[in-house]
Structures are given as C-alpha cells and as structure tokens.
C-alpha cells in the first residue's frame, strides 16, 4: 500500500468514526482533518468533498456485503446452511466496517431528502433479495417455518444484524450465536416438547 493510500485510509476510518458518532452534517470537514493532523485543504488532495468521503465509506461497506451476499447465493448451499453463510457475511463486513451499517441507515434517509439515494436503494434491494431467496427456499422444502412470511422474518434478522456490536465476550462467535437464535429460537428442544 502507497502512502497516499495509507492516508486515504486512515481518513476514511477516522471520518466514519466522526459521521457514525456526530452525523454526517455535524461532522466537518476541519474536523476530520484535525482528526487525522492533517490541515483542511490537505484532505482534498485525497477526496474532492466530504460527500465523496461519506460515499467511499458506505460504498466500501456495501461493495463487502453484497459480494459476500452473491458468493453464498452463487454457491446455493441448502437454506439452513444459507441463512448461516448470510448471517455470518453480515457480520463478517460490519466488523470490517465497524461504523459504516450506521451510517449507510442514516445516509440513505438523508438522500432519500435530499436526492441520490438510487444507488443506495439498489444496494437495499440486492440485500433483502438475497434474503429472501434463502427464506423462500426453506419455506418451500420444508426447512423453515410457513406460518412466519419471508418478509417479516427478514425484517426481524435485518434489525438484528444492524444492531448487534463486537461479540460479547472473549472467544464468542456473533454469526455462530445469531444463527442459532434465527435457526432454532430460544426455547430448549424439552421445553418446546413440554408446551406442545
């Protein structure tokens, strides 16, 4: 890595650690400059604007997840196993970009005000597409439950996977622990038994 890409990317952290803290209008451009003891005019040898700054951080993100999200479809494991590879992508491109699932939330409100938000939109449609594909296929042969719609199960998964942090504790596997919960709930196999 050159150093202008080093520099590059420690400007992209450090202004998504600014935009997913502050927002991305209270967040100046002296700011993350200051952040990175840079002078203002200097981060515009790097990005022409702090709209290009927020663009690149969520675009970064998004690029991450749907190519994960294309290799699992690509591969057409069984649903179970799917919903278990897009849990654990999901998680796997939020820890690599720990503050950008915040800021693509708040930025596509913001562009949905202020216009530009079609390449978000698309992106949003790509995830829940994905989604609901390994849903639908477990409905259909039986896997997953058919009185929960696919929609709504993945609007429950989606919310879930957008609030979770870091793993909770040392040696705690986030995509191994949401999956159990969305694949096999809460209950025990005996007090599922005892309800029936």
């Keep these: 890595m050159t150093d202008a890409q080093q520099r590059r990317a420690v400007i992209l952290d450090s202004a998504a650690r600014l935009f997913a803290r502050?927002?991305?209008?209270?967040?100046?451009?002296?700011?993350?400059?200051?952040?990175?003891?840079?002078?203002?005019?200097?981060?515009?040898?790097?990005?022409?604007?702090?709209?290009?700054?927020?663009?690149?951080?969520?675009?970064?993100?998004?690029?991450?997840?749907?190519?994960?999200?294309?290799d699992v479809l690509r591969r057409d494991p069984p649903p179970r196993e799917m919903v278990r590879q897009l849990v654990a992508a999901s998680v796997a491109a939020t820890t690599r970009h720990p503050h950008a699932a915040d800021i693509y939330r708040r930025e596509r409100r913001r562009r949905h005000q202020f216009g530009g938000a079609d390449r978000l939109d698309a992106a949003a449609a790509e995830v829940t597409r994905s989604w609901l594909v390994a849903l639908e296929r477990g409905r259909a042969d039986g896997s997953f439950r058919t009185d929960v719609p696919a929609p709504v199960a993945y609007r429950l998964i989606r919310d879930g996977l957008f609030h979770c942090g870091p793993p909770p504790g040392p040696g705690a596997d986030l995509a191994e622990t949401v999956s159990a919960l969305v694949l096999d709930g809460l209950t025990t196999r005996t007090s599922g038994r005892r309800a029936r």
Excluded: C, M, Q
């Design 22 to 70: 502050k927002g991305f209008a209270a967040t100046t451009v002296r700011e993350i400059a200051d952040s990175v003891g840079v002078l203002s005019g200097s981060l515009y040898h790097h990005f022409p604007s702090k709209d290009a700054i927020v663009d690149e951080v969520v675009d970064g993100y998004l690029d991450d997840l749907l190519a994960a999200y294309r």
